[in-house]
């Protein structure tokens, strides 16, 4: 089993920045794949980004490349997305999801996860 919990969420400028955190318990961190999706009302859940069980891979959505960091922090077992020029399009529920495929390869999909978090609100606003 996995836990996660994410923070960091809420009320941001377009063109500004933030700073998800999601920490993870239950299982030892070299052991999972953490990844980050979004699902803004009315629209499928989409993949943000994710990071592979070593933080030596990442893989990011072609819709943040460019504006999104994902970061392995193995000491706090904590992964950090970090986005900055933030668009109205970018507001959705972020949850944060781990995956214990032993593989290179980074899933895009929700299916290869099997353990998700909460949620957290972001909404960027004009």
């Known amino acids: 089993q996995v836990q996660l919990v994410e923070s960091g969420g809420g009320l941001v400028q377009a063109g500004g920045s933030l700073r998800l955190s999601c920490a993870a318990s239950?299982?030892?961190?070299?052991?999972?794949?953490i990844g980050w999706f979004r699902q803004a009302p009315g629209k499928e859940r989409e993949f943000v980004a994710a990071?592979?069980?070593?933080?030596?891979?990442?893989a990011e959505a072609d819709s943040v490349k460019g504006r999104a960091t994902i970061i392995k922090d193995m000491g706090n077992k904590a992964v950090y997305l970090e986005m900055h020029s933030l668009k109205l399009e970018d507001s959705a529920v972020y949850y944060c999801?781990?995956?214990?495929?032993?593989?290179?390869?980074?899933?895009?999909?929700?299916?290869?996860?099997?353990?998700w978090g909460q949620g957290t609100q972001v909404t960027v606003s004009s």
């Open positions: 999801a781990a995956s214990t495929l032993w593989s290179f390869l980074l899933p895009r999909k929700s299916d290869g996860y099997e353990y």
């Open positions: 239950g299982r030892a961190f070299n052991e999972i794949i």
């Open positions: 990071i592979h069980r070593t933080g030596q891979s990442t």
